[in-house]
């Protein structure tokens, strides 16, 4: 049975969360590392991706439940400039609940806001549950050598959208001060 939304807490992952990252792909299971990374990702593979990818200048949303890290929405550049490539991967306990749908949101709202024209998510043909995602999203699909890919154009930023991420980053930080007081107390 997934898990609610609301037993969480959402926010942007920073360097110092890189451990969590990286446990939170190694619990991946399979079929979920496959759907994510188009392959069959091994370990040595993922702690590497989770060295890297903070190093890149991605903007990582992250899902924690009870302190432990979830699921992710990973926005990376692919040129520098206009062209973003988003990708999720949520653990298998933790699909259908409707993470997918807030973690676009707020991976859309930071693409808006950081000029992004064109977003990509790739996904395998056998991956229903992005190609339903990014169809909620009214992404452009198209079936390339084997895969899907969607295309999305956020519109311009706004002051709107800037205020928006500005509030989820702070209740992300306080969200995250509260869980730590709370393991303190515990």
Sequence with gaps: MPHRLGEGLIRKLAATDQ???????LR?????RRSRFAMTASDPFLRSYAET??????VIHGFFE?????????L???DGHTTAEAAFSVED???NSGLGTRLMELTLIAARNRGYRHIYINCLATNRAMQLLARKFEAELTFEAGDVVGRLEPVEFSFFSLFREAMNDGFGVAG????AG???LA
């Design 19 to 25: 451990a969590q990252f990286r446990d939170h792909l």
């Design 28 to 32: 991946l299971s399979p079929e979920a």
């Design 53 to 58: 990818s903070m190093a890149l200048g991605s």
């Design 66 to 74: 009870n302190g432990t890290l979830r699921a992710v929405a990973e």
């Design 76 to 78: 990376r550049t692919v």
């Design 93 to 95: 306990a933790w699909q």
């Design 176 to 179: 995250s001060l509260l869980e």
């Design 182 to 184: 709370r393991k303190r």
